[in-house]
């Protein structure tokens, strides 16, 4: 579909407009997706944005052709999606914070802050499946290289016949580069993410000129900023009450999760064990490594404070904060 | 109320109208969209791809790829035998079937 006499406004209004048509039946929105490309083949910047105005809101047309494809009752052959609004109700705070998280939060705080940014990034409507795949992919590819190459050097140190090499770095040398170049690589992602989003960005700032246009005001749907004090505070408790106020403040949070009807009965059941989840899983993955073969060394480096931050603190706070974000979008899309 | 009656009567002959609109020359998307929002027969692009894939599920309608004039590869539209022989049914209908709305529709209002 990535026509290239298309110019970056056309691409961005498609994106958000492929977005937008969502589980519409797959030959309507590939006639719709074609048809559109077509007229915006060849234009330049400013051309595009005055086509783009002629043919209005991506979220108005992709309405029209679920209320023409309803009303036919042909059935539909694409994947009902969940209710998540597309990337015209998401508030570019969101992604910009995603891209941040991902380009600097593992710095903040070691891993959990890139991985709550991947995870922002994965909720969010502003990427590509594709980037979201390179930008989670792309870290992990090197520490695990990092770590192949660590382990190996720790093999040959451990070679009698082998006498050390003063061109080879030590391991200690390698685990500094890797964490060096794993944060230069989550940086390089993260700005990457950025300038992925700007197209999109300008063509929801074009859409949205056209719904002006077209309305006399804009019809955005509301963030999910705006869901109100009661899911904000509860999704606050849910990742912050256990810290505050050990245990009772999370169970509190749990308390006020369930008496809302912000969320469904499933996405409490996710708020809910999130974060017991987390704890059990580092349960879990710790007895099977003492159980492993071989890793008396590794886990003996681990003293029982690590432990208890890692599993008690770190791990549950990671994802409790995940799923209340994702709560925030849930009661949001539901509320508009 | 009366956005809602005009509404069931546009999906009522909207794909007559786009067999009506093909009838005089093949057309692509966007051709076809703009004399039927300008007319308001449809409020958008998005209308018209569904009524589209209706039509040549149908026969009715079938499509082509050609260069337009103004440069890029577009898929254009056209009428089949079968879709000719729908429209000209649909226009042997119409005129009868106005008629009588007409004067059904007349007769409520001179008992109001």
Redesign the interface.
Known sequence: MTDP?ISTVGRGYLAELERALSGV?A??RD??M???S??L??LDAEAAAARIRT??DPE??????R???H??S?PDSSPVPNRRKTSAGEPRWFSVLAALLVALGGIVIPVVGWVIGIAMVWMSTTWRRRDKWVVTLLPVAGTMLATLLLFAQIGAADSPSSPANPLVPSPFDSVWSSVIGSALIAVVTGVWLLWRAKPVWAAESVAADARVAAVGHDTTVPSPSRVGWYPVVTVLLLMLGGYIVPLLGWIFGVGMLWASDAWSRREKWVGTLAGPAAIVAFVLVGLALRLGVGMGAGTGNLTWWHRVLMGGVALPFAANVIAGVWLLRRAGSRRA | MTADVGAQLRKGVVESCVLGLLSREPMYGWQLSEPLIATGMIASIGTLYPVLSRLRAQGLVSSYDQASDSGPVRKYYRLTVAGSQQLSNFRKQWGPFTRTVEELVGKDDNND
Do not use: K, Y
């Open positions: 006499t039946a030959e309507v006639g719709i074609s048809g559109i077509e007229e083949s060849g043919l209005g108005f047309i992709a309405a029209e052709a209320a023409e494809t009303t036919d042909t």
